[in-house]
């Protein structure tokens, strides 16, 4: 969201949000709800989607945000403030208890770093991990209309504050000077160009649809933007799922035989059993007469075998594939039928569930998410599973976690941070929530996980697969959950 935008949104919600007691701070996704006395202040920072919105209820199917929401809990916001026109919101709040304390919330929107984030005299804590902050650029307010209509657009992004690449294409001489007019007091009507990406235009010929404050056209775009991201993850799990299907049919076709070939193998057997003489020891094929055919064929053979094992071993293969043929093709069919009902499958309205980022099909050795951050957290799904992913796998600067005390599956965090340096916080805390949640403690809260670099485990001696010692330990308490 440009700066110019987020000006006029914040001229029609300051007085509305000053005053407000924060009782709480929630997120889905990337989307972030700040309830204020019982209403709610819905943020949105996906890149291609950035705003925020106030809404009279609190909306549903939010997780709470505990390691900042105990921070700004019944504090109340006394200043809501943005600085030269930047895309950053400062919220400065006043919390009573137990002394007068001056907190701030700040929300960027700069594309490239969305996040949300408090800050306290003595710390800063941020809801994802890339934060920046830079200085402001010149105003539109002082540059002149002409020369600015005939600056380029990526002058006009690099040099003016609160102007995006979207507003810098539409860019005119008499644009310029609506703006001007409008950023200093008279009024404007937004007009909703796209939600996919999010795009807002103040003119008139460039369509879309006209609201009359940038609150309710935000809080449509931002609603539009989920539904239209849920259809497109169900349309990405619906097309995994047939590509799985696909390639469970192709790999049984594989194996199917024509009756001919599943009878070969009878023949080839009988063929050994008939010429038993003629078969010397140790050789690894043998050609007989084929009475059936009235022609010679070649038939492979063990010479680790007896001539009798050998042809034992081909009766093996016939009963096998005599069995084997019409169960192959029945599950084809009913994997023909999946694919044909999932290809007619129509569109259902999103579940409420979470967002997981799945990136490995489920024949996978193990779950795989990834982190807003980019880091990649690999879970077990056995205790096979588990050993494959610490002792084979997992990297020995990579990060282990498991439930503490309790079965659960092994858990290996992948950070994207420079090598030698620690992950963030949030990433350890993320990561201890998946192993909370891949154990028997799933149901619980505040459950204790364990957790160290990989280079300080050994292998149980004599232990079962998956059994590890941990020769240095640290334990954080986090409720069971996935990333959204």
């Given amino acids: 969201m440009n700066g110019i935008f987020l000006h006029f949104l914040l001229?029609?919600?300051?007085?509305?949000?000053?005053?407000?007691?924060?009782?709480?701070?929630?997120?889905?996704?990337?989307?972030?709800?700040?309830?204020?006395?019982?209403?709610?202040?819905?943020?949105?920072?996906?890149?291609?989607?950035?705003?925020?919105?106030?809404?009279?209820?609190?909306?549903?199917?939010?997780?709470?945000?505990?390691a900042i929401s105990g921070i700004v809990k019944s504090s109340r916001i006394i200043g809501v403030v943005q600085e030269?026109?930047?895309?950053?919101?400062?919220?400065?709040?006043?919390?009573?208890?137990?002394?007068?304390?001056?907190?701030?919330?700040?929300?960027?929107f700069y594309t490239d770093a969305p996040n949300f984030s408090v800050r306290t005299v003595t710390m800063q804590r941020n809801l994802f991990t890339r934060y920046v902050e830079k200085k402001p650029k010149s105003s539109i307010l002082d540059l002149d209309e002409d020369q600015l209509a005939a600056a380029g657009v990526d002058f006009i992004v690099k040099n003016v504050e609160g102007v995006d690449r979207s507003l810098a294409h539409e860019l005119n001489i008499d644009y310029i000077k609506k703006i001007k007019s409008a950023l200093r007091g008279h009024g404007v009507h937004p007009r909703l160009v796209s939600a996919v990406p999010l795009r807002i235009s103040l003119?008139?010929?460039?369509?879309?649809?006209?609201?009359?404050?940038?609150?309710?056209?935000?809080?449509?775009?931002?609603?539009?933007?989920?539904?239209?991201?849920?259809?497109?993850?169900?349309?990405?799990?619906?097309?995994?799922?047939?590509r799985n299907i696909k390639r469970q049919i192709a790999r049984l076709q594989r194996k199917l035989l024509s009756p001919a070939e599943v009878e070969s193998h009878r023949v080839a057997g009988e063929l050994i059993l008939s010429n038993l003489g003629q078969i010397s020891k140790g050789v690894s094929n043998a050609e007989f007469f084929d009475p059936r055919t009235r022609e010679r064929r070649e038939i492979a053979l063990d010479p680790a075998l007896t001539p009798q094992?050998?042809?034992?071993?081909?009766f093996a293969r016939y009963?096998?594939?005599?069995?084997?043929?019409?169960?192959?093709?029945?599950?084809?069919?009913?994997?023909?039928?999946?694919?044909?009902?999932?290809?007619?499958?129509?569109?259902?309205?999103?579940?409420?569930?979470?967002?997981?980022?799945?990136?490995?099909?489920?024949?996978?050795?193990?779950?795989?998410?990834?982190?807003?951050?980019?880091?990649?957290?690999?879970?077990?799904?056995?205790?096979?599973?588990?050993?494959?992913?610490?002792?084979?796998?997992?990297?020995?600067?990579?990060?282990?976690?498991?439930?503490?005390g309790v079965e659960g599956a092994h858990t290996i965090l992948r950070s994207s941070v420079p090598r030698g340096q620690r992950p963030p916080r949030d990433e350890?805390?993320?990561?201890?929530?998946?192993?909370?949640?891949?154990?028997?403690?799933?149901?619980q809260r505040n459950v204790p996980v364990s957790y160290t670099q990989r280079k300080f485990l050994k292998k149980a001696k004599k232990g079962k697969p998956g059994a590890v010692i941990l020769m240095r330990e640290e334990v954080v308490f986090v409720d069971p959950g996935l990333p959204y």
């Fill in 84 to 108: 030269h026109l930047m895309p950053v919101v400062r919220m400065h709040l006043e919390k009573p208890f137990p002394g007068k304390e001056i907190l701030q919330v700040i929300i960027s």
């Fill in 428 to 443: 350890i805390r993320a990561a201890a929530a998946i192993a909370a949640y891949f154990s028997k403690a799933r149901k």
């Fill in 319 to 404: 009963k096998k594939a005599k069995r084997g043929q019409p169960k192959l093709r029945e599950r084809i069919v009913v994997l023909e039928r999946e694919l044909t009902a999932l290809k007619l499958e129509p569109e259902a309205e999103p579940a409420s569930r979470p967002n997981i980022k799945r990136e490995r099909p489920a024949s996978e050795p193990f779950h795989k998410f990834t982190l807003d951050s980019g880091s990649v957290v690999f879970v077990g799904k056995n205790a096979r599973s588990n050993d494959a992913l610490t002792f084979r796998d997992a990297r020995p600067a990579d990060y282990f976690f498991h439930a503490r």
């Fill in 203 to 242: 003119v008139a010929a460039k369509g879309g649809e006209a609201y009359p404050t940038f609150n309710e056209l935000l809080r449509t775009a931002v609603h539009r933007y989920e539904k239209e991201r849920e259809k497109k993850r169900r349309e990405h799990d619906r097309d995994a799922r047939a």
């Fill in 11 to 66: 001229a029609e919600l300051r007085s509305q949000l000053i005053g407000a007691l924060v009782e709480s701070i929630e997120a889905r996704g990337r989307i972030v709800q700040l309830i204020l006395d019982g209403r709610s202040l819905v943020i949105s920072l996906y890149p291609d989607c950035l705003g925020m919105f106030l809404t009279s209820t609190v909306e549903r199917g939010y997780e709470p945000v505990r």
């Fill in 309 to 314: 094992a050998n042809a034992q071993k081909y």
